[in-house]
T-cell receptor, first 113, second 111 residues
């Protein structure tokens, strides 16, 4: 079945450590997205990529980095510069364009040790 | 400016009762509207979408939504809820250069 796979489901970060969240899709979608979800705040866009080898900052990109070397993969790195990284992170994909529905993975919950 | 408001943070209904979740949007042109559902610890699943045409759209799991341009609303309805409908529901509006999600409405079901 086609879908989006996020791993790991739970992740713990130590102070000063970078961590990378994986997102893989086999839907043949051009566009991929990373969102951060905090209780009561809905979804906030971190980064997005409309095509391979290209990506743009979203509303809250500071302290995060991404790459898009393959169509299927869009990993997110949470750097030590992100001072409040504890959140639920969601990856999504779509055929492209903000007017298209997005398909979501099951998320990664990141916590600080 | 593009925005989405879900006025109700929590809603509680009895199993078998009808449901209406409110969504108001602001967008200068014809909006692309979506409703998603999220179960705890999981991602979002698309319930339905409105792009154009018939203002009453049918979705999965027995949900429907009505687009009312005059009221800038896109409310989600279900005639009879089941205990499995307990979840968080998000309305979203897509435009030319972004998508905005509402902050969500958590639905509780009384047995």
């Amino acid at each position: 079945d086609g879908g989006i796979t996020q791993s790991p489901k739970y992740l713990f970060r130590k102070e000063g450590q970078n961590v990378t969240l994986s997102c893989e899709q086999n839907l043949n979608h051009d566009a991929m997205y990373w969102y951060r979800q905090d209780p009561g705040q809905g979804l906030r866009l971190i980064y997005y990529s409309q095509i391979v080898n290209d990506f743009q900052k979203g509303d809250i990109a500071e302290g995060y980095s991404v790459s898009r070397e393959k169509k299927e993969s869009f990993p997110l790195t949470v750097t030590s510069a992100q001072k409040n990284p504890t959140a639920f992170y969601l990856c999504a994909s779509s055929i492209g364009g903000w007017n298209q529905p997005q398909h979501f993975g099951d998320g990664t919950r990141l916590s600080i040790l | 400016a593009q925005s989405v408001t879900q006025p109700d943070i929590h809603i509680t209904v009895s199993e078998g009762a009808s449901l209406e979740l409110r969504c108001n949007y602001s967008y200068g042109a014809t909006p692309y509207l979506f409703w998603y559902v999220q179960s705890p610890g999981q991602g979002l699943q698309l319930l339905l979408k409105y792009f154009s045409g018939d203002t009453l759209v049918q979705g999965i799991k027995g949900f429907e939504a009505e687009f009312k341009r005059s009221q800038s609303s896109f409310n989600l309805r279900k005639p009879s809820v089941h205990w499995s409908d307990a979840a968080e529901y998000f309305c979203a509006v897509g435009g030319d250069d972004k998508i905005i999600f509402g902050k969500g409405t958590r639905l509780h079901i009384l047995p």
